[in-house]
């Protein structure tokens, strides 16, 4: 399974990269905000900072403007992945910049239709967004299998890329199901490695290393 976070903040980003926990990254317009960069600056040094797919969103709501932008936020790198709303429109967008050979990601995903069409216009990426639907009581990780029992009943190359994730069971959860990537917040990513019993177990080592009086170093 394939971990992208999900911020702006180059800080956080290099964290975790630094630990070989970065396959990639995805930004949206509030973390744009959150960020205070602006959108190219900060998206062109995630790029140089992360060599998987960076994805940037577009924000217009018309099939010409988002694909002009779509093509603007391409030539930022190599890596960067267009990220398009799931809309009749971005969907249009998925198929003209898929087809140019970009890597789209179709993003706002809410349901297993609208994860088919996300495949069939040619899309990279398809990001069901579970935290949203845990948010209104419907099942996020629902959504996660059925996507996944439709794209291998199909053979759809499309990666699903498990979005809104807001616990550590999410990613489990979605990994468990076969989800391709999940994008986590940085702190959600950290808090992976946490258990008491390993919080536990290592106090009780050291009072025991203590009473050898040994050192290694
Ligand atoms: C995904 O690409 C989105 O940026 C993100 O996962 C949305 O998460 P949120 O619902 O916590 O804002």
């Keep these: 399974m394939k971990f992208f976070v999900d911020t702006a903040e180059i800080d956080a980003i290099a964290e975790l990269h630094d630990l070989g ?4 990254v995805t930004t949206n317009p509030s973390l744009i905000m959150k960020s205070g960069r602006d959108i190219l600056e900060v998206t062109k040094e995630i790029c140089d900072l992360v060599d998987g797919p960076v994805s940037a969103e577009v924000v217009s709501l018309e099939a010409d403007d988002m694909i002009a932008e779509g093509r603007k936020l391409a030539k ?11 809309t009749w429109a971005g969907l249009k967008t998925c ?11 179709v993003t706002l995903c809410f349901s297993a239709n609208q994860a088919l069409l ?5 899309a990279t990426f398809i990001s069901p967004f579970i935290g949203r639907l845990d948010d209104i009581n419907i ?7 059925d996507i996944r029992d439709i794209y291998d009943n199909y053979g759809f190359e499309t990666q699903i890329l498990a979005a809104s994730i807001r616990t550590v ?10 989800a391709d990537v999940i994008t986590a917040p940085p702190g959600v990513i950290k808090k992976l490695a946490d258990h008491p ?3 536990a177990g290592l106090a009780a080592f050291m009072k025991d290393w ?5 050192k290694i170093l």
Excluded: F
């Design 21 to 24: 926990m970065v396959d990639g």
């Design 76 to 86: 930022i790198a190599d890596n960067i992945a267009v990220k398009v709303p799931l």
């Design 95 to 105: 198929k003209i910049l898929s087809d140019e050979g970009h890597m789209v990601n």
């Design 118 to 122: 996300a495949a069939k216009s040619g």
């Design 139 to 145: 099942d996020g990780m629902e959504l996660i299998a």
């Design 169 to 178: 069971n999410h990613i489990s959860d979605a990994a468990k199901i076969g």
């Design 197 to 199: 019993l390993t919080d």
């Design 210 to 214: 203590a009473k050898t009086g040994q």
